[in-house]
């Protein structure tokens, strides 16, 4: 285990607020210890110090940075997590979204799963649409997957999924939706093609302005691991990459009315969603 000092390890803690928003307080020493060992063997740096040096004044590309990311970040998820919420998706918000706009003769839905992790949540939400507007092959729909982690990314793109990740779908959904192949699961291809991924720090300013005309930001999960500064950076850019009319999903643990009074709070089915008015 790598000799990181209280100091390294709160200059190295930094660096990652710095880059990632994703704040680590002391009682997280271990679990850095034991991620840095890992990036210090695979790099062949010997001492903690000369790590955190390197990380901080000799990664101008953020390369470091982005390995570090890949093994610091939580990835824990699986299908129609949170189902109830999934369920005022389902039931309210999409359909009005999608009446508004075919009102307005418009045939374009966009979706934005920030923080997918490995797809789960991207894939739940593709299997829905498909369910409750069949008409969604001849629209011009997408959802698109972001997340900082590469290794996660490969999963989504990859498609294929453990029994545990789709314990939770309904029967009738696992049949029409995924295939089974051996004891795992994979999404057709219809169902997959609606997914697109991209790789995007929530926390990079520029890369968070390209985000623009989503009808629906599901990003639940995620702002646990941020403090309020970082959360109110990523919601100020939720409010300008969603349309009018639009609606943002956290997870239900999560709440932002801390830090900002932008949206408009809304209740379906006992499940709280932010609206842009
Ligand atoms: C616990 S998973 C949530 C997955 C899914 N949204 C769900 O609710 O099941 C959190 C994800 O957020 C991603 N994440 C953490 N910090 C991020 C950042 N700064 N930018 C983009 N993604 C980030 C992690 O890589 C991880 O895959």
């Given at each position: 285990?790598?000799?990181?000092?209280?100091?390294?390890?709160?200059?190295?803690?930094?660096?990652?607020?710095?880059?990632?928003?994703?704040y680590?307080?002391?009682?997280?020493i271990?679990?850095?210890k034991?991620?840095?060992a890992r990036?210090?063997?695979?790099l062949?740096?010997?001492?903690a110090q000369?790590?955190v040096f390197?990380?901080?004044?000799?990664?101008?590309?953020?390369?470091e940075m982005?390995?570090l990311?890949?093994?610091?970040?939580t990835?824990?998820?699986?299908?129609?997590?949170?189902y109830?919420?999934?369920?005022?998706f389902?039931n309210?918000c999409?359909?009005e979204v999608?009446?508004?706009?075919?009102?307005r003769?418009?045939?374009?839905?966009?979706?934005?799963?920030?923080?997918?992790?490995?797809g789960?949540?991207?894939?739940?939400?593709?299997?829905?649409?498909?369910?409750i507007?069949p008409?969604?092959?001849?629209?011009?729909?997408?959802?698109v997957?972001?997340?900082?982690?590469?290794?996660m990314?490969?999963?989504v793109e990859?498609?294929?999924?453990?029994?545990?990740?789709?314990?939770?779908v309904?029967?009738e959904y696992?049949?029409?939706?995924?295939m089974?192949?051996g004891?795992e699961y994979?999404v057709?291809?219809?169902t997959?093609?609606?997914v697109?991924?991209?790789?995007?720090?929530?926390?990079?300013?520029m890369a968070?302005r390209?985000?623009?005309?989503?009808?629906?930001?599901?990003c639940?999960?995620?702002?646990?691991y941020?403090?309020?500064?970082?959360r109110?950076?990523?919601?100020d850019?939720?409010?300008n990459a969603?349309?009018?009319?639009?609606y943002v999903?956290l997870g239900h643990?999560?709440s932002?009315g801390?830090?900002?009074?932008a949206f408009?709070?809304?209740?379906?089915?006992?499940?709280?969603?932010?609206g842009?008015?």
């Amino acid at each position: 285990m790598p000799d990181l000092s209280v100091d390294q390890f709160q200059k190295l803690s930094q660096h990652i607020y710095q880059k990632l928003g994703l704040y680590f307080d002391d009682k997280k020493i271990y679990f850095l210890k034991t991620r840095v060992a890992r990036r210090m063997a695979a790099l062949g740096i010997d001492k903690a110090q000369d790590y955190v040096f390197m990380v901080a004044y000799a990664d101008p590309e953020g390369v470091e940075m982005q390995a570090l990311a890949n093994l610091i970040t939580t990835n824990e998820t699986y299908m129609f997590r949170e189902y109830e919420q999934l369920q005022a998706f389902a039931n309210h918000c999409l359909p009005e979204v999608l009446d508004a706009k075919q009102a307005r003769g418009q045939k374009t839905l966009r979706i934005w799963s920030a923080g997918c992790s490995s797809g789960e949540e991207p894939y739940t939400l593709a299997m829905i649409l498909q369910e409750i507007f069949p008409q969604a092959q001849s629209w011009d729909c997408s959802i698109v997957a972001t997340d900082i982690d590469e290794n996660m990314l490969q999963k989504v793109e990859a498609a294929r999924y453990g029994a545990r990740s789709v314990n939770d779908v309904p029967a009738e959904y696992r049949k029409k939706y995924l295939m089974a192949v051996g004891d795992e699961y994979v999404v057709r291809p219809r169902t997959a093609a609606l997914v697109e991924t991209m790789h995007l720090n929530l926390h990079d300013r520029m890369a968070m302005r390209a985000m623009r005309g989503f009808d629906f930001i599901f990003c639940r999960n995620v702002l646990i691991y941020f403090d309020d500064q970082s959360r109110k950076s990523v919601v100020d850019h939720f409010y300008n990459a969603l349309n009018p009319g639009g609606y943002v999903f956290l997870g239900h643990s999560e709440s932002i009315g801390r830090v900002t009074t932008a949206f408009k709070l809304k209740r379906f089915e006992n499940h709280l969603v932010y609206g842009k008015e």
